[in-house]
């Protein structure tokens, strides 16, 4: 077997990502056959990588599976959490298959999740070249005026960096309160939830509703169901890989 990188090697055998495989190499927590390893370093098939101490084991045959929950609130995106908080993976029950989640959602926010054990195709969905969309509806406080409208669809500083241009349309609208319907190209930390606090709004409620062409549909929070093959097929052609 040719060498390949190690970062992709714990991808594949669906420990995580491959965005959070390079993180860990980064953090000095993983070794090779018993030595620190860095970024760039590759290894073989019979070579033993550790994580922690724990050894990564590649399947010899992996059914790749891809899945979406509806988030609820209260709830981490993470695999494990070390304050013992509510964490999606608590969910996910009947599921065979060691998987993890494509991106996050913030503890109080809810909606579309996805995940799998494809590293490849997460490591697709989140690379920010792809500029894959992702709707958000969103409930802010008091109103909005047409200035913070333009000033969200054109763009805002968040961490020092304008965001991308995003379809913001105003789905309700009442004394103290709108809903909105954001459409963002990008994935970075709490963007939602920075961009409107940057114009002086104050995010109530926050629920993905879309991430490319899948949207979240009927699905009961709480639950979560496999992509259908329609859906990956989809969301395949969004990242460009249509195989």
Known sequence: MEKIRIQKMIADSGYCSRRKAEELISRGKVRLNGHPVKLGDKCGCKDIITIDGERIYMPRKKNLV?????????????????????CVMDLLDGVEERVYPIGRLDRNSEGLLL????????????HPSRHVSKTYRVTVHPDISDDQLVQLSEGVDIDGRKTLPASVIVKEKEQGRVVLLITIKEGRNRQIRKMCEAVGLEVARLRRISIGPVKLGMLKPGTWRELTAEELRALRTAIGKVN
């Open 66 to 86: 891809y899945i979406m929950m509806n988030k609820p609130r209260g709830y981490v995106t993470t695999v494990s959490d070390e304050l013992d908080r509510r």
């Open 115 to 126: 995940f799998t054990n494809d590293g490849d195709f997460a490591n697709s969905i989140m």
